[in-house]
């Protein structure tokens, strides 16, 4: 949770980021599937804390946790895509973002380690994933336990 670097690890974290984004949103009007509901900007504030939590699993538990294994930082970055890609099992589509967007993250990650950067970067490619490749709202969700929360939603 380093705040000494984030400007540098953000920057590369981002310019990854930007063009996962293109091909992802890309991949959104070749399908047809470019369509902005409102819950999608609740959601792309809201994602990043996810990001975090889930980058902190992947670069802390899994690629530190591998480096004792394996040497070379593309094998770790490999073998760490691999599970953060399975873990996002039955959904092909996003086993295949995530094993991707894994991949890049750890590699950048094992350079400038800021899990803010990566976090953020997760959270902007996670929402863009989950409404335009996947196809679902998490914002339903989200605003439904936010209102129950809240009281105005009773279970």
């Keep these: 949770m380093r705040r000494d670097n984030f400007w540098t690890a953000?920057?590369?974290?981002?310019?990854?980021?930007?063009?996962?984004?293109?091909?992802?949103?890309?991949?959104?009007?070749?399908?047809?599937?470019?369509?902005?509901?409102?819950?999608?900007?609740?959601?792309?504030?809201?994602?990043?804390?996810?990001?975090?939590?889930?980058?902190?699993?992947?670069?802390?538990?899994?690629?530190?946790?591998?480096?004792?294994?394996l040497s070379h930082s593309l094998a770790i970055a490999f073998a760490s895509a691999i599970l953060f890609g399975l873990s996002h099992t039955p959904r092909g589509s996003l086993v295949f973002v995530s094993f991707f967007l894994g991949f890049f993250f750890t590699l950048i990650y094992q350079r400038f380690p800021n899990l803010w950067a990566v976090g953020i970067v997760h959270g902007i490619l996670g929402t863009l994933a989950l409404y335009f490749v996947v196809g679902e709202d998490p914002g339903v969700r989200i605003l439904t336990l936010l209102l129950r929360w809240q009281g105005r939603i009773f279970p």
């Design 10 to 69: 953000f920057r590369f974290q981002l310019s990854f980021g930007a063009f996962a984004a293109i091909c992802i949103l890309g991949v959104a009007m070749v399908e047809g599937s470019f369509a902005l509901p409102k819950r999608f900007w609740l959601t792309l504030g809201l994602y990043p804390v996810w990001g975090i939590a889930q980058q902190f699993a992947l670069q802390n538990l899994v690629a530190r946790n591998l480096s004792g294994l």
